[in-house]
């Protein structure tokens, strides 16, 4: 554990909402990120926006994430959320989701170049609070694009950038290309937040080690497991106890059905739930009940279950459970994301 570490919670759409964010923020989160906004989707009032502009009166700082690729609705947008309670904006220019390629957004601006400078360019001119760039690596064996990309941003004005180490193409499998963090963080003046593979306390410090960045940003490694912020930031090993498992994930979908209501919570929120149950030896078929739950009353009914059952196996002071009852990794394949599962 550093003290100079700064934690964030990565921008995580499906996920970074105000109860998960509220999740990890018991466990010493400060620096949390929204779910990605579609600039053009709230100018038109996508009544699904509405949900990731929500902030928690309890929460120390939280930054918003917009994206898009077309200029005035970037200005628009912007000046809309320069009122709403954000500590920063922060613009995305790394999502490889086919939704947001197809838009020209996201990872799509990492191929038009000028124009994503532009579009920087643009809320710099409209952005009142502290503007930041997500992005990811051009490529894996030579700094030299990423780095000069990474100056031409800050050219433009920006006060932090984050970086992904994976290529797009990459989603979000194989080792993070920290080397590239490296030279971008000794090249820049402005804050470089490293992004990528922090599932673990050591995987931290070697991303830290790696890339020289003091400022991380934790993603998958935090989803069913705010435990993880526990483990970063106070040294307590990231492995719940059933009853604080349990207090957490009905903390958790208390907070969704108010959040959303209860159809939209559940829709949304299964594989939440899932993600709380999934390698820590709960019984397949509780799981997989929980799976097609609808409603709040049937969500109790299957909770008291799981309560009352525990865990069938004890997992090892990794917290990995070797019970048989396999069900993947806690995140996202990139199968999902690539085929926009989720957004
Ligand atoms: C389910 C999911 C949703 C994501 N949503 C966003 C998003 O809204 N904005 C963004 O910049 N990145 C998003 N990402 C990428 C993460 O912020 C992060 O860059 C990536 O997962 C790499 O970090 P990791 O290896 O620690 O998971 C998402 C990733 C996943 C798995």
Not at 263 to 286: D, E, M, V
Request: glycine content about 10%; hydrophobic content about 40%; aromatic content about 6%.
């Amino acid at each position: 554990m550093s003290s100079k570490r700064t934690y964030f919670l990565a921008p995580l759409a499906g996920y970074s909402d105000l109860p998960f964010r509220r999740s990890c923020r018991r466990f010493g989160l400060v620096y949390a990120h929204t779910p990605l906004l579609d600039a053009g989707a709230l100018l038109h009032h996508h009544s699904e926006n509405q949900e990731i502009l929500v902030r928690g009166d309890d929460e120390p700082w939280l930054a918003v994430q917009l994206m898009g690729c077309r200029l005035d609705d970037l200005r628009q947008a912007a000046g809309i959320l320069n009122e709403l309670p954000f500590d920063g904006l922060d613009f995305n220019m790394g999502c490889p989701v086919r939704k947001v390629i197809q838009r020209h957004a996201g990872a799509a601006l990492l191929k038009t170049r000028e124009l994503a400078l532009d579009c920087v360019r643009a809320l710099r001119d409209v952005v009142k609070k502290p503007l930041t760039v997500k992005t990811r690596i051009l490529c894996e064996n030579d700094p030299e694009p990423t780095v000069r990309f990474c100056l031409a941003l800050q050219a433009c004005g920006i006060d932090g950038l984050t970086l992904h180490g994976r290529l797009p193409q990459r989603i979000y499998a194989g080792p993070v290309a920290m080397d590239v963090i490296k030279a971008v963080r000794e090249a820049l003046r402005i804050p470089v937040t490293a992004n990528g593979g922090i599932f673990t306390a050591a995987d931290a410090d070697a991303l830290a080690a790696g890339s020289g960045c003091e400022r991380l940003m934790v993603a998958r490694g935090a989803i069913g497991n705010p435990w993880l912020f526990r483990e970063l930031i106070q040294g307590i090993p990231a492995v719940p106890t059933h009853a604080e498992l349990c207090d957490m994930l009905l903390q958790q979908v208390t907070g969704m059905v108010e959040l959303y209501g209860e159809t939209r919570a559940f829709l949304a929120g299964r594989k939440i739930i899932l993600s709380y149950l999934c390698g820590r030896g709960y019984r397949r078929r509780l799981r997989a009940q929980m799976s097609t739950v609808k409603t709040m009353p049937e969500f109790l009914e299957l909770f008291r279950q799981i309560e009352k059952e525990g865990p069938l196996a004890v997992t090892d002071g990794l917290g990995v459970v070797h019970d048989g009852t396999d069900c993947g990794s806690n995140a996202e394949t990139s199968a999902d994301i690539a085929g926009g599962a989720d957004l």
